[in-house]
């Protein structure tokens, strides 16, 4: 389990991303915690910073809801946050 606090994202194309939870010891019963719409940088990197609070899960979903094209991508994604004991 995990308190997560921000995640910062690097992409290209994303225009909606959703980020859900689970806090089941298996990737099941996910939430959604964050919708967020990203603007376009034609085709360029796009970078994100998304402060949660303090988000408690076990698991971390990513979901891309749309895109500005074809083809989106996330390059690299970091979560903050602390381990729950």
Sequence with gaps: MMNMSKVELASCNV?????EKSTDSEPLNFEPIKEI????H?????????NLGNVQAQHLRVV???????FAAVYRLH???????
């Design 42 to 50: 034609d085709g360029q990197l796009q970078s994100e910073e998304i």
């Design 15 to 19: 225009r909606k991303l959703i980020l």
């Design 37 to 40: 719409e990203i603007n376009s």
């Design 79 to 85: 979560v903050d946050g602390t381990a729950a004991h």
């Design 64 to 70: 891309i809801d749309s895109a500005y094209d074809h």
